[in-house]
């Protein structure tokens, strides 16, 4: 069964600093997709970054940045240079390519200090 | 472009009523997905669609759950006799393969009293 595990119910970051999101995940399967969505509180889930588990490289947009380590099974999201705009709650998630779904975990509210 | 729109966005009921939450997918995405938010938890799927076709209904909860696509686009979220445990948000999500990104809507706060 996936399971996708956050550690951090809350993180409290100033602003300008990075930050790093941990994330963890369980799948016995070869392909799969991992994912991070932002959630301010509108409510509106923000899909931020992709990484597929063949991928080589650690994917980036912009100011985030994924960690993948495939052989710790975790994909950690690095946001650097935080903005007051970035406290939200984040969601990590995977999909395996089997099933299209996606499975979340329980989300890390994030909040950045002025 | 357009987004994903959901309506309604609140919805009131009291236990017992039916209702009926849709979606509207972003122009052109084959792929549909239905999740349940319960408060201060991360989405949980409820069901799939590619096209017109329901291919994953494993997440409903139960058979007072139903939600059908007949024409590909439009969706419809149909909860039967609500229980007040079907209190939750109800998020609509798109995509068109072979992109994996889904896209959400705004979501449908459900109450049930």
């Known amino acids: 069964a996936q399971k996708i595990t956050q550690t951090q119910p809350g993180m409290f970051v100033q602003e300008k600093e990075a930050v790093t999101l941990d994330c963890t995940y369980d799948?016995?399967?070869?392909?799969?997709?991992l994912f991070w969505y932002k959630q301010p509180s509108s409510g509106e889930m923000i899909f931020l970054i992709y990484?597929?588990?063949?991928?080589?490289q650690n994917a980036t947009e912009g100011r985030y940045s994924l960690n993948f380590q495939k052989a710790r099974k975790s994909a950690n999201l690095v946001i650097s240079a935080s903005q007051l705009g970035d406290s939200a709650m984040y969601f990590c998630a995977m999909r395996e390519d089997v099933a299209q779904k996606l499975v979340f975990g329980q989300g890390t509210r994030l909040t950045i200090n002025p | 472009g357009a987004g994903v729109s959901q309506s309604p966005r609140y919805k009131v009921a009291k236990r017992g009523q039916d209702v009926a939450l849709r979606c509207d997918p972003i122009s052109g995405h084959v792929s549909l997905f239905w999740y349940q938010q319960a408060l201060g938890q991360g989405p949980e799927f409820l069901t799939y669609?590619?096209?017109?076709?329901?291919?994953?209904k494993s997440g409903l909860p139960s058979d007072r759950f139903f939600a059908e696509r007949p024409e590909g686009s439009v969706s419809t979220l149909k909860i039967q006799r609500t229980q007040q445990e079907d209190s939750a948000v109800y998020l609509c999500a798109s995509s068109r393969p072979p992109a994996y990104e889904q896209y959400f809507g705004p979501g449908t706060r459900l109450t049930v009293t």
């Open positions: 799948t016995s399967d070869q392909s799969y997709g």
């Open positions: 990484q597929g588990s063949y991928d080589e």
């Open positions: 669609f590619q096209n017109e076709a329901q291919l994953d």
